[in-house]
């Protein structure tokens, strides 16, 4: 089976600090896929990032970064100076390559203080 | 482009009443199709999926059903609402190929009283 855990539930940063999020991941496949979506108030999802199992390179788009490590099975990512339209809650997810079902960690929630 | 479109938006039901959530996709053919549900405060669970008309895989037991009766439209029902069936509902889609990651519909907050 396959689970998804982000142990930050809450977390608050003063505007233009750093702030990385957590999510750590279980499953047995060999091949799967790993995805950040934002979730702002409004309620929609925002695909942020798919990543390929056999893919480690970090990833960096303006002001986002991921660190996936297979070794620790984590897959976190990192925002630089932080901006108030960064609030919002964040999904780790993952998926295998059949029929790709996501599988969801419980969110992070991110308020970024101005 | 591609666009997922849900409604409603918002909808208020008593309990026992029935329900139809309806989502269509634009811009592509033969897309897969998938039902989430947001409960307060939690993650999301994958309910239904479909990968062809008529095709629905349910992934939880529950008190509700999806339909597929065309290429790109996906319906969430249920004949009798319960309370534990209030929730943000999101419709998502994928290619046939899974050559690109989900992308969701804006979801409908349905809340059961």
């Known amino acids: ?114 | 482009s591609q666009t997922i479109h849900q409604w409603p938006a918002t909808l208020v039901q008593p309990v026992g009443s029935p329900l139809s959530l309806e989502c269509t996709v634009e811009g592509t053919s033969n897309p897969n199709l998938y039902w989430y549900r947001q409960a307060a405060g939690r993650g999301l669970q994958l309910l239904f999926y479909s990968v062809g008309i008529g095709q629905i895989s349910s992934e939880v037991p529950q008190n509700l059903s999806a339909s597929r009766p065309q290429d790109r439209q996906f319906i969430l029902s249920s004949k009798k609402l319960l309370l534990s069936d209030s929730g943000f509902y999101l419709c998502a889609w994928t290619g046939s190929t899974f050559d690109q990651p989900q992308h969701f519909g804006d979801g409908t907050r349905l809340s059961i009283l």
């Open chain 1, 1 to 114: 089976a396959q689970k998804v855990t982000q142990a930050q539930t809450e977390i608050s940063v003063v505007e233009k600090e750093d702030v990385t999020l957590d999510c750590v991941y279980e499953t047995r496949d060999t091949t799967y896929y790993l995805f950040w979506y934002k979730q702002p108030p409004s309620g929609e999802l925002v695909f942020l990032i798919r990543r390929n199992s056999f893919d480690e390179q970090n990833e960096i788009s303006g002001r986002y970064s991921w660190n996936f490590q297979k070794s620790t099975s984590s897959f976190n990512f990192t925002i630089t100076a932080s901006q108030v339209v960064d609030s919002a809650v964040y999904f780790c997810a993952l998926s295998g390559t059949i029929n790709e079902k996501l599988t969801f960690g419980t969110g992070t929630r991110l308020t970024i203080i101005p």
